[in-house]
């Protein structure tokens, strides 16, 4: 017993000795000695910057931080650490000083002969409460699942074996913008799966990369945030920090709470996720979506019923039995399925209600990925319609159907979009829409042939936009849109290009005749009457115009019949726009000019033709703004006689090239015959008419009333010079 307590004396003696001399060249916080197999102590607790001085007293040791001497593994040290073999003293022979400053823990063992194999094995533990502790504990309100992520990804704590550079649980500081659980839910809701959990979320491809968005370097508490600074992420882009109605916001997320502190930085809690730009979208729907060029798309998929399917994330949803996706869609743009519905005769509003939607959206979606390394030539890939795609590859690009892939390889969670400029299907496969008063042609035509120029054609029925049409591609285009009975049309005129002087339309109904009110043809066509029936006093004819070709900008005109607002007539550009109306005998006529909105209204002006073509209403005075008239009648009573003899003429072809044929009852047989503009001059005449046709072809295309009068009767028609 004596024996025992001298060495324990001895030893102690010792070590104090050690201490002593420790503060030399081994000055450190903490010593571990080396004697024959083993470290003392073998297991150490310090903090966070710290120092451990490594002294051999007996023996030949070293110290192995790096792989077990063992196994070979690697120990997985935060830092790895190292002193060679040295000859052990009773003095004390130092073999070096490691300040820790990452937290976790440290293992390390004597790679000299087998003193690793007989125990000589010690442990350091570097405890601290960093971000990573923060994010685990219950502090944080409501924000487990981002929590969670964060550490999955970007700490050794849930996963030792981390290879992320960003260590929340490390010595670097950061800021993480953590959001809550709300966001993370709202972010899972969005997909429309509820078969997917917060765990799958963490399948997503670009998750990490996403998350260092979240963290920022440095420590910003919340007394340093500022108003327009941009905070340095992890990510490599900046958060915007703005402030709004006295709260602080991360980009578009707002800080709902602040200042959760860690030895190793701060954690801000915020009520939205946050994303990098430059990441794919979170599925292929989002890329649709999101895309300037796919406004059409977007609506078919959501009317035929594709939407849900297209945000499944199915490849990361482990506990569905049959999972649907990834997919391959094959996304044509607006300009693609505004041709498509120009060359099937339709309109792109009729498209998207087409009982053949359905079929169309599922020709462009296959289930699986193909990217353009996937895509090899000859390759057939099957539809959602349960047909074929051939696809063909060559110097020229890569092509399905004979369509050439614009652009390739727009990546998302769960699935590829290609993009093309035309549809995946027949146009001749779309039915013409038929209304109560038939099928309306719309005809678009460019003499230069080069296409319109960003020009846009609103097509409006009954109050209703159904189609924006945007001209042909080259030289004419045409849509079919249907119409009832009684229907009112107007066609505005929006054109934003140079080279709309070389554009015009027209609108012919079921039997290929030019609407009998169709307005002028080049600028807007307003009031078309659907199988109108015939007026008992005439037709009345609205002369809008503007001194220098400007429009009324956003003036107008409002014409009430009867006290009901009748039409209102918008003229957008132009010196003059001509509007049609019919009138029956004993109608009372108020046309108000709604002025105000545009600069110069002085230079403004209408004029009102009767149906015998006489100026009713002149206010287009130069200088002078143009106001308002009330209860004009253009009929106070015809006789029958004269209605049945004017409804007896005819004229064809209307619209004609130059030559005109009239068909007359024989009382007008020598009636003198004028044509006047719409205006109200008179640019020829013939005397003595003996049903001879007209020769117009020296005349400027547009607009006249042919007028025949016999001397007791006069008929007037309309006529259209092309």
């Not at 964060?150 to 913008?177: C, E, K, R, W």
């Not at 002006?605 to 009330?630: A, C, L, M, R, W």
């Not at 015959?673 to 020296?698: A, F, H, P």
């Amino acid at each position: 017993m004596t024996y025992f307590k001298s060495i324990l004396f001895s030893l102690t003696f010792l070590l104090g000795s050690l201490n002593l001399m420790a503060q030399g060249p081994c000055d450190a916080d903490h010593n571990v000695l080396l004697t024959d197999f083993s470290f003392t102590p073998d297991s150490l607790v310090i903090l966070p910057g710290e120092t451990v001085a490594f002294i051999n007293i007996q023996g030949t040791h070293s110290v192995n931080g790096v792989n077990s001497t063992v196994s070979g593994e690697s120990f997985n040290n935060p830092v790895e650490f190292s002193f060679p073999q040295s000859e052990g003293t009773t003095e004390g022979t130092c073999m070096g000083v490691v300040t820790f400053d990452v937290p976790g823990t440290y293992t390390y063992d004597c790679a000299v002969g087998f003193h690793a194999e007989l125990g000589m094995v010690g442990k350091i533990v570097v405890n601290a409460f960093t971000i990573s502790d923060l994010l685990s504990s219950n502090t944080l309100p409501e924000s487990f699942q981002s929590g969670y992520a964060l550490n999955s990804y970007h700490s050794n704590v849930i996963d030792p074996n981390s290879t992320s550079d960003i260590n929340l649980n490390g010595a670097d500081s950061y800021t993480v913008f953590l959001p809550n659980d709300a966001a993370v839910d709202a972010i899972r809701d969005e997909f429309g799966d509820p078969e997917i959990s917060q765990f799958d979320l963490l399948g997503f491809l670009d998750l990490s990369a996403t998350l260092r968005y979240n963290i920022v370097e440095g420590v910003y508490m919340a007394e340093d945030l500022q108003d327009g600074q941009l905070l340095p992420t992890t990510y490599g882009q900046n958060l915007l920090v703005s402030e709004v109605n006295g709260s602080f916001l991360v980009d578009d997320a707002t800080i709902i709470a602040t200042n959760y502190t860690a030895d190793n930085g701060v954690v801000h809690i915020i009520d939205k996720t946050l994303a990098p730009s430059g990441l794919p979208a979170m599925s292929v729907w989002d890329i649709i979506e999101d895309s300037e060029d796919h406004q059409f798309l977007e609506d078919a998929v959501t009317v035929a019923g594709f939407k849900t399917l297209l945000r499944k994330q199915s490849e990361i949803v482990g506990n569905s039995e049959s999972p649907e996706g990834p997919f391959t869609v094959f996304a044509p743009t607006d300009a693609a399925f505004q041709a498509f519905a120009q060359s099937a005769g339709t309109s792109t509003i009729d498209l998207l209600y087409s009982s053949l939607l359905t079929d169309i959206v599922a020709n462009h979606v296959v289930e699986s990925i193909y990217s353009s390394s996937d895509i090899t030539n000859g390759i057939v890939l099957q539809n959602y319609e349960n047909e074929y795609l051939q696809m063909t590859v060559n110097s020229e690009g890569i092509f399905v159907n004979g369509v050439e892939i614009t652009v390739t390889d727009v990546f998302a969670y769960n699935g590829v979009v290609h993009i093309i400029d035309a549809v995946l299907f027949e146009a001749a496969d779309i039915p013409t829409p038929v209304g109560t008063c038939g099928t309306w042609t719309l005809n678009m035509y460019d003499d230069d042939g080069d296409g319109w120029d960003n020009t846009d054609l609103y097509v409006e029925v009954d109050g209703v936009i159904i189609s924006i049409e945007n001209g042909p591609v080259s030289s004419s285009a045409s849509f079919e849109f249907a119409v009832d009975e009684g229907d009112l049309v107007n066609l505005y005129y929006l054109p934003m290009g140079s080279g709309w002087s070389d554009e015009y339309y027209s609108v012919v109904d079921g039997n290929n005749q030019v609407v009998t009110s169709s307005g002028q043809q080049q600028g807007n066509s307003i009031g078309l009457l659907a199988c109108p029936t015939t007026p008992t006093c005439g037709t009345v004819e609205i002369a809008m115009s503007h001194e220098y070709g400007d429009g009324w900008g956003n003036n107008r005109l409002d014409v009430y019949k009867n006290d009901v607002l009748y039409l209102p007539i918008p003229f957008y550009f132009d010196y003059q726009q001509t509007t049609f109306i019919q009138a029956d005998n004993g109608d009372v006529f108020d046309f108000v000019y709604t002025g105000g909105q545009s600069f110069s209204p002085e230079y403004e002006g209408y004029k009102v033709f009767g149906p015998d073509g006489s100026v009713v209403i002149n206010q287009n005075i130069s200088g002078q703004i143009p106001e308002s008239t009330s209860d004009v009648k253009f009929c106070e009573d015809q006789s029958g006689v004269e209605t049945i003899l004017s409804n007896q003429v005819s004229v064809y072809p209307n619209p004609t090239n130059g030559i005109l044929q009239i068909n007359a009852p024989s009382v007008f047989s020598g009636s003198e015959i004028k044509l006047i503009d719409i205006e109200g001059k008179i640019v020829s005449n013939w005397t003595n008419w003996k049903g001879s046709q007209l020769d117009l072809g020296d005349l400027d295309k547009g607009i006249y009333i042919l007028e025949l009068n016999n001397g007791d009767s006069i008929a007037r028609k309309r006529v259209v010079l092309n």
